[in-house]
């Protein structure tokens, strides 16, 4: 059964991304969202649309449509160059982490192929994706059964699931769904006992874990960012 996206970027971030005006890391995880979101491409494609419109109705000034005008006929009258031939679709890649094979969006297809090593701990593992150089970017492995740490963020969080569940107080999210969480949230993140999950972690801090004795809680801060 295929699942139904409930979690997606909002208009904003939609349009920032359609108009080319986000961060590469978030417009990463946007992208990857469009990937596996039927809805939100419908959405990008209406905005292109519309943008498009609001541009076909503006006024051209007389030098403008001379321009234009000298522009097309130096386009047209170029000799026609043969088309390339169209290459087949890329076959789509493939992470393994725990005996377990996930099929990645194209979108994230050659950032995966650059992972780097899984870094696990117990249920949990992480593999830095290099994207970027202002957020912490990686996929995130969550075992069945497993819970991560009650905490909040000293940043923004972006969690993109790829496969599987998650859970946490707000609700459950499957593959596609998009969590967006800033320093005023707080939960505790888990999957469930029959059903592992792999997500597309984007952070631009730390995470600050709430409960436990903290000492023992820091090394997990460092594990996920």
């Known amino acids: 059964m295929t699942h139904a996206v409930k979690y997606h970027p909002g208009m904003m971030l939609m349009e920032q991304y ?3 005006t986000l961060s590469a890391d978030v417009a990463l995880a946007v992208a990857t969202h469009i990937d596996l979101c039927p809805h939100c491409q419908r959405v990008c ?5 519309d ?10 000034e007389q030098d403008d449509t001379d321009d234009f005008s000298a522009l097309l006929a130096e386009i047209t009258g170029q000799p026609q160059l043969d088309k390339p031939r169209q290459k087949a679709a890329r076959e789509l890649v493939k992470v393994q982490i725990n005996g377990r094979e996930f099929a990645i969006p194209r979108a ?3 950032l995966a192929e650059q992972q780097g090593k899984w870094l696990q701990l117990g249920g949990i593992a992480t593999a830095k994706l290099p994207a970027g150089d202002k957020m912490h970017v ?3 492995y969550i075992d069945k059964g497993t819970e991560i740490p009650n905490h909040t963020h000293l940043g923004l969080e ?15 999210y499957g593959a596609g769904d998009l969590l967006i969480n800033t320093p005023a949230d ?11 999950c792999l997500c597309l972690s984007v952070l631009s801090a730390p ?8 000492r023992l809680l820091n090394p997990l801060q460092q594990f996920f960012y």
């Open 186 to 196: 707080t939960h505790t993140p888990h999957t469930r006992a029959d059903e592992d």
């Open 108 to 110: 994230l297809s050659r």
């Open 158 to 172: 972006m969690t993109l699931v790829l496969s599987g569940t998650i859970c946490d107080e707000n609700g459950e």
């Open 138 to 140: 990686s996929l995130l």
């Open 45 to 49: 494609q209406d905005i292109h649309n």
């Open 207 to 214: 995470l600050k874990f709430n409960k436990g004795l903290v």
């Open 18 to 20: 359609v108009a080319g």
């Open 51 to 60: 943008q498009a419109d609001v541009l076909a109705s503006m006024p051209l």
